[in-house]
């Protein structure tokens, strides 16, 4: 179980689920962790929150008894240059911002395509992380991958789903593993997301952590043990 969990979605996602907020962070609360996200699709994924949605999400509170709250997005990035569906003076007003591709805005992709539309994200400087970057879809070189995440400062994210059996991302468990040797590599951070919708899988992430454990990834580079050892 994890004790920080930024990557969830309710039901202002459009799809997955029909939890509201205070059903997950309920829930967050309820199975013991320390800091819990909400990071809802952005207007660029069918039924996903508007701009205006985002914007409210500071009127929202930012603890419940132990539990600390924070609020982003998981922005879609929609062409080659790594545009997002959400404008730079929405993704400043969040706590944090995951840049992730999915096909709806973007199809197939070479090597470096692929490189070229993560980078393009990356610049953003409001970007702080990328989603689930496993697809062969959209396939890249993960040392330079890597190398840019250093470079920019963003920390790319190992997805429970992309891991789990159930997984709908093509060869995503393979490339996860070598996206973790990259890191090792480089020493680079990586967070750990149960990307959950709705209350069901928050915290959760067997699978995520059982690889992590096989490949003796050090606990100094996941990034949920960083920021929980600084809040704590």
Do not use: W
């Not at 996602?13 to 309820?30: K, N, P, Q, W, Y």
């Not at 697809?135 to 890597?146: G, H, M, Q």
């Not at 995520?208 to 043990?225: H, Q, V």
């Amino acid at each position: 179980m994890l004790s920080v969990d930024l990557h969830t979605h309710s039901i202002a996602s459009g799809h997955g689920s029909t939890d509201r907020i205070t059903d997950m962070t309920d829930e967050a609360l309820r199975r013991g962790l320390a800091l819990f996200g909400i990071s809802e699709h952005g207007p660029g994924t069918p039924g996903g929150a508007s701009c205006s949605y985002f914007l409210g999400l500071k009127l929202l509170p930012r603890r419940k008894g132990s539990l600390i709250i924070r609020y982003g997005a998981e922005a879609n990035i929609m062409d080659i240059d790594g545009k997002l569906d959400l404008p730079d003076h929405i993704l400043k007003e969040l706590d944090y911002v995951i840049a992730g591709i999915h096909p709806r805005a973007l199809k197939h992709l070479d090597r470096e395509q692929s490189l070229r539309v993560y980078i393009g994200a990356m610049k953003n400087p409001f970007v702080t992380f990328i989603a689930h970057p496993d697809d062969s879809r959209y396939e890249v070189d993960y040392n330079a991958f890597v190398s840019a995440c250093l470079k920019y400062r963003c920390v790319p994210e190992l997805n429970e789903i992309s891991v789990s059996p159930a997984s709908y991302r093509k060869d995503s468990r393979k490339n996860v593993r070598n996206l973790l040797k990259a890191c090792m590599l480089y020493n680079c951070p990586v967070l750990i997301s149960s990307d959950s919708h709705g209350r069901k899988g928050i915290g959760e992430a067997t699978h995520a952590e059982e690889l992590i454990k096989d490949l003796s990834f050090p606990e100094e580079l996941i990034f949920n043990s960083i920021i929980r050892d600084r809040i704590s």
